[in-house]
């Protein structure tokens, strides 16, 4: 059963800290996205990828997030530095072409005291 | 821009009752219609999805029907388990279907026995 995997599940940590997120897609699957979930604000796109190239990170604070994909296998989100506000469960989701069913990760719970 | 509304929770049933979760959308030009669903803890989970107009999407005793005169895909099922208790949200995919997904804010769904 084919699944995309997140670690850490959970992160706690402080203010000013850096934070790596990891995302596995699914094999095969050649776009890759990141969502942030928060009370406030539901589901929000951050970035993607296809073919392991950025295509849109138009919805992440550009001075303290990055997001790479350094093989077809691996995703990673970074803050740095890490603030309270960006408190949130963080997705990945893959796909495995244009218009199909993405398949979210079970999320990286993050908490910045 | 593309959003999506939906009513706002907790929508509190009985086992067995009828339930609908009422959504709306806004896109440009007609997008493919997804309902996902959360488990406490977990990701999100593809429950049913449309991709064209008058399209019904069904799956374990959910049923939603894309109907483009009143830009709206509700979400239905004729007897609810005290297992459904989750969230759900609508989301729709942009015509073309090569970027990230818009959720509605979720309605948190709470079955009681």
């Known amino acids: 059963d084919a699944r995309v995997t997140q670690t850490p599940r959970h992160k706690v940590t402080e203010m000013g800290q850096e934070v790596t997120m990891r995302c596995q897609p699914i094999?095969?699957?050649?776009?890759v996205f990141w969502y942030r979930q928060t009370m406030m604000q539901g589901l929000e796109l951050l970035a993607y990828?296809?073919?392991?190239?950025?295509?849109?990170d138009s919805g992440m604070p550009k001075d303290r997030f990055s997001a790479e994909m350094p093989d077809a296998t691996l995703a990673t989100l970074k803050i740095q530095p890490s603030e309270p506000r960006d408190s949130a469960v963080y997705f990945c989701a893959s796909v495995l072409g244009v218009g199909d069913t993405q398949y979210f990760g079970p999320g990286t719970r993050l908490t910045v005291l | 821009g593309n959003s999506v509304t939906q009513m706002e929770g907790p929508v509190t049933l009985s086992e067995e009752a009828f339930l609908t979760i009422n959504c709306t959308y806004t896109?440009?030009?007609?997008?493919?219609l997804f309902w996902y669903v959360q488990y406490p803890g977990e990701g999100l989970q593809l429950l049913l999805k449309?991709?064209?107009?008058?399209d019904k999407g069904s799956n374990k005793g959910f049923e939603a029907t894309y109907r483009k005169e009143t830009t709206s895909f509700h979400l239905e099922k004729g007897s609810v388990q005290v297992s459904d208790s989750a969230v759900y949200f609508c989301?729709?995919?942009?015509?073309?279907?090569?970027?990230?997904?818009?959720f509605g804010k979720g309605t948190h769904l709470i079955i009681q026995p």
């Open positions: 989301a729709l995919l942009p015509r073309g279907g090569a970027d990230g997904l818009t």
């Open positions: 990828f296809r073919n392991r190239a950025p295509l849109d």
């Open positions: 449309a991709t064209k107009a008058d």
């Open positions: 094999l095969g699957h050649n776009t």
């Open positions: 896109a440009t030009g007609y997008p493919s």
